[in-house]
Nanobody, 117 residues
Framework: QVQLVESGGGLVQPGGSLRLACTSS????????MGWYRQAPGKERELVAAISTDDSPNYADSVKGRFTIFRDNAKKTVYLQMNSLKPEDTAVYYCNARLETLGWDYWGQGTQVTVSS
């Protein structure tokens, strides 16, 4: 059974930083595109950042220049470095693993990020 375990969430003041990590049990982790999504109360889940199997990142416009996604295939882990955090970044952040060739899609349980003074 595939597991994605997120960590690193918490409470931070505006302008602060957090680093999220998602560690996977997937043996072929390097074949998966990885992504971070978030869902705020009363809103739909949205893509924050994704990274392809060849390390190409893409970002939502709202986080460009502030967030960085990167992966360590040896550790089967994807990270989201979040800088200059804003109150509107407050949400539950979910890790996603996708094997596009077979349509396999896995989600973590989510980690809460709260940006507040």
């Amino acid at each position: 059974q595939v597991q994605l375990v997120e960590s690193g969430g918490g409470l931070v003041q505006p302008g602060g930083s957090l680093r999220l990590a998602c560690t996977s049990s997937i043996s072929t982790f390097s074949l998966y595109a990885m992504g971070w999504y978030r869902q705020a109360p009363g809103k739909e889940r949205e893509l924050v950042a994704a990274i392809s199997t060849d390390d190409s990142p893409n970002y939502a416009d709202s986080v460009k220049g502030r967030f960085t996604i990167f992966r360590d295939n040896a550790k089967k882990t994807v990270y989201l470095q979040m800088n200059s955090l804003k109150p509107e970044d407050t949400a539950v952040y979910y890790c996603n693993a996708r094997l596009e060739t077979l349509g396999w899609d896995y989600w973590g349980q989510g980690t809460q990020v709260t940006v507040s003074s």
